[in-house]
């Protein structure tokens, strides 16, 4: 439908047609030397081009026109194509089954519906069935609904066949989602249970200590083996590690075995648990299962020094015990021996001592990590000799009391304003009556507050020179903070995460490293892409690119692997796919000016192994599904009932409807009549010999 719209008075219409022909008839009345039809002709042409023109100068006339589109309705054929299929019917009747599904598409098509494929690949499109291979290996039904979902959002979609076996093992089940389609669902599989010992799951933690015994937990399971007996195993580099006896008390039985296994090796250790294969088995996939546990060399040990026995040391503890990665020491000289550990981070409390208690454990651990606690035993002028970044101008002894403000512009690590607001609430420290001075290097975490009045002295500070990070408390009794917020709220988490979180930035090693090369995940599945993330630094650590780097990767079988890539600004990951599963150790290798620069690491690509864990069909749920949405199902046998129910009730085309609106100015037919009018009148009156 189009219609022509006016921007002035339609009156103004006759103004332009009286213009045309005044403009035509003075230009043309006198007589000329061509014929009298010769000037009519002419005279008609121009009268013609004048009221145009006329008619786009005064009234601008737009064209106003709906345009309607349709859209066909589609059926969407949602493949299931993982590797469970194969469990329920053998590959040559698959192949059998999707040629005679493509027929079906093309009968669809015919009968002027629009089909489409989509499977567990949402990356890979298909033109055929007959092109799909059942190789992924989980099955996420939702996941794939609901990308027809997202796909088909506002468009003319009429049905969904869902061809799969209803296992899933991954994601939500499709029953708990809400569709705004039918689900045609053509069941595949067998839904008899077959006979199969299984490894349901196994249970261990990401890491161990090294020198630790940790527990690995089995769970196995039997369909259709009663009253058998079968073994599991622990395994290491095809060593037994340990075995235990187990004896299924029915059909269905699941038992429960734990493996103890010893950390000995620093890294990512690759454990294997087994059971044994009896005979009539539907599977022996499920009978295996690989674990992954990565050793690390022990927790990190935090030493507190104390000149004596003090409350704060037992709220001290109390935080960092929370922590695992932590373990907490106690040295008060005179009291208790030193223990012949190495120590990552020292705590000094009210060290050094007036009376000179601890003063060889300074010299000692002067190149560790350390945070300074003073008090009124505190000896202000040697503190003010072994610390740089804050003097204590002040005489020893001397004492005031005050309150903890928080900065709320410290950034070295973050502390939620909720839990930074409860310190103004605290009871007060004792801190040396003196004066306070700070270098550009220290950072304050808190300040002191004299009554209401917040000062620029220090109370907790850190700071970081190129041997160590240090940290000071100007106080004594911040065990009472850790009280008074448990009298609030009833918890300690305020105290105990900002100790945790001074001790853990302390205790960070600064990586100096010019060149680092590093997955983005330490654990991979076989079926993903492993990509690393390359940087690299020159001497004054400015980011540079185009640089060469050798990266080898080396399996845990001893296989080694070895590529190379330059990353660019825009461009710094390098991926590597195809890789089996294990534990792999790398070494990246690139040649500076500065000499050759090497970063090293572990990480472990590890097989999913889902679409072992159930080769039982689930046509229920592919009944429910169908139900739910007010689809049908339909057996794999049944394709042509289905092709039947699918063609009985089509939706009509969809109608689409678009406005388009356009200025006659902007039309390019009518430029080149007016241009047409023009040469017209011009090449005539040449022709005739007026000019």
């Known amino acids: 439908m189009k219609n022509i719209l006016l921007q002035g008075s339609p009156w103004l219409v006759l103004v332009c047609l009286a213009v045309g022909a005044l403009y035509a008839w003075l230009l043309y009345q006198k007589k000329a030397n061509w014929s009298v039809q010769t000037n009519r002709i002419l005279a008609g042409s121009r009268f013609v081009l004048v ?6 100068l005064l009234l601008n006339p737009y064209l ?15 493949v299931d194509n993982s590797q469970s299929i194969l469990a329920g019917i053998d590959t040559t009747r698959l192949r059998t089954m999707y040629a005679r599904l493509d027929e079906v598409s093309e009968k669809l098509r015919q009968k002027g519906l629009e089909v489409e494929i989509q499977t567990l690949q949402s990356d890979k499109n298909f033109a055929k069935m007959q092109n799909i291979k059942p190789n992924v290996p989980q099955s996420n039904l939702s996941n794939l609904l609901n990308g027809v979902k997202n796909n088909y959002e506002n468009r003319n979609l009429d049905k969904v066949v869902l061809i799969s076996d209803g296992i899933h093992n991954q994601g939500l089940s499709p029953l708990f989602a809400t569709y705004n389609f039918p689900v045609y669902a053509l069941a595949l599989g067998d839904t008899t249970p077959k006979r199969d010992l299984r490894i349901r799951s196994v249970l261990a933690n990401k890491v161990a200590y090294q020198g630790n015994e940790f527990p690995i937990v089995t769970e196995v399971e039997n369909f259709g083996f009663p009253n058998k007996s079968i073994t599991a195993y622990l395994s290491q580099n095809g060593t037994i590690l340990d075995k235990k006896n187990i004896t299924f008390k029915g059909d269905g039985d699941l ?30 996939q499920n009978n295996t299962r690989d674990v992954y546990v990565e050793v690390i060399e022990g927790r990190e040990k935090v030493l507190v020094v104390a000149a004596s026995p003090h409350p704060d040391i037992k709220a001290l503890r109390s935080a960092i015990d929370k922590n695992e990665n932590y373990s907490f020491d106690l040295h008060i000289p005179n009291i208790n021996q030193l223990k012949p550990e190495k120590y990552d981070i020292v705590i000094f409390h009210q060290i050094p001592h007036v009376g000179k208690i601890g003063a060889d454990l300074l010299e000692k651990f002067k190149d560790l990590p350390a945070w300074y606690i003073l008090g009124a035993q505190s000896d202000l002028n040697e503190f003010n000799r072994i610390y740089k970044d804050l003097k204590v101008t002040g005489r020893s002894g001397r004492t005031d009391q005050v309150t903890p403000a928080f900065n709320k512009t410290f950034a070295k690590f973050t502390f939620e304003n909720s839990k930074s607001t409860l310190f103004d609430k605290l009871p007060p420290v004792t801190v040396p009556f003196a004066e306070y001075t700070t270098s550009n290097a220290a950072e304050v975490i808190l300040y002191q507050r004299v009554g209401n009045l917040t000062t620029e002295k220090p109370l907790l500070l850190v700071s970081q020179d190129a041997n160590r990070k240090t940290a000071v408390l100007a106080g004594e009794n911040s065990w009472q903070w850790r009280m008074e917020e448990f009298a609030r709220q009833n ?5 105990d995460e900002l100790v945790g979180k001074l001790v853990q930035y302390l205790s960070t090693k600064e990586d100096k490293r010019r060149l680092r090369v590093y997955p983005i995940n330490q654990e991979f599945y ?10 690299l630094y020159n001497e004054i650590y400015e980011r540079v690119y185009g640089q060469k780097i050798t990266l080898t990767i080396t399996h845990e079988a001893g296989k080694t692997t070895t590529y190379s890539f330059t990353p660019t600004e825009g461009n710094t990951r390098f991926e590597m796919s195809n890789l089996p599963q294990g534990v792999y150790k790398y070494e990246a290798v690139s040649e500076t000016k500065g000499g050759v620069e090497r970063s090293t690491g572990e990480f472990t690509v590890r097989s999913m192994q889902l679409e072992a864990l159930s080769t039982t069909a689930d046509h229920n ?71």
């Open 255 to 284: 038992q429960s075995v734990t493996f103890y296994a010893q950390a000995k090796q620093k890294g990512i250790q690759h454990y294997v648990v087994s059971i044994d294969v009896l005979e009539g088995e539907f599977t022996a």
């Open 621 to 691: 749920l592919l009944r429910q599904l169908s139900e739910k949405t007010n689809g049908k199902f339909f057996p794999a046998n049944q394709i042509d009932k289905m092709t039947e129910a699918i063609l009985s009730n089509i939706k009509p085309n969809l109608i689409h409807s678009s406005e388009e609106i356009s200025e006659f100015i902007n039309l390019k037919w009518l430029f080149f009549l007016l241009l047409g009018l023009v040469t017209f009148e011009w090449t005539t009156r040449k022709y005739q010999g007026g000019y």
């Open 526 to 535: 076989d079926f993903e892409k492993v990509t690393f993330e390359s940087e």
């Open 64 to 78: 106003r026109q709906i345009i309607n589109k349709e859209e066909r309705p589609a059926v969407v054929f949602a």
């Open 491 to 495: 918890s300690h988490e305020s105290y």
């Open 51 to 56: 009221t145009i023109i006329c008619l786009l």
